[in-house]
């Protein structure tokens, strides 16, 4: 069951962390401007806070160590950007209107699989806090 865990955590880990990744260096002028054309106030900024809390939230996973200061990362990033950038019911044209509920259906997931990892106890194996630990 640990080795399921381990692969568990770095298979999501490097997702929160590449996403993070385009948030901070690889798109964030692209990404601010889709936030921009949603109306996020400082676009620019909004991308930068998101990326650094991906970040966190993603390394905690990965690393097994500040666990719920990761999910907590997560779970402040999805509850507005799910909200309001995959508002799938103001949009009038179908196509537009299904990619963004696929969207918001995932991050709804994303968001309960995180708070899901609450439930392992720690600290977790194969983690930089057991090797603390011992």
Same mark, same amino acid.
């Given at each position: 069951?640990?080795a ?6 770095v298979? !999501? ?13 690889f798109?964030?002028g ?12 400082? %676009? ?16 905690s996973?990965?690393?097994g !160590?500040?666990v ?7 779970? !402040?990033?999805?509850? %507005?950007?799910?909200f ?6 103001a949009v ?18 994303l968001m ?5 990892f ?17």
């Open positions: 069951m640990n399921a865990v381990l692969i568990g955590r298979i !999501v880990g490097l997702y929160y962390v590449y996403n993070a990744l385009n948030h901070l260096i798109a964030p692209q990404l601010a401007e889709y936030a921009a054309s949603k109306g996020v106030p400082l %676009p620019l900024v909004a991308v930068i806070v998101t990326g650094i809390l991906l970040l966190i939230g993603g390394l996973i990965l690393l !160590v500040y719920r200061i990761g999910v907590l990362a997560l779970v !402040v990033f999805f509850l %507005p950007v799910t309001w950038m995959h508002d799938f019911w009038a044209d179908p196509m537009q209107r299904m990619i963004q509920m696929v969207q918001f259906v995932k991050n709804l997931a309960g699989s995180a708070l899901m609450l439930a392992i106890p720690e600290p977790w194996a194969y983690s930089l806090a057991a090797r603390r630990k011992s």
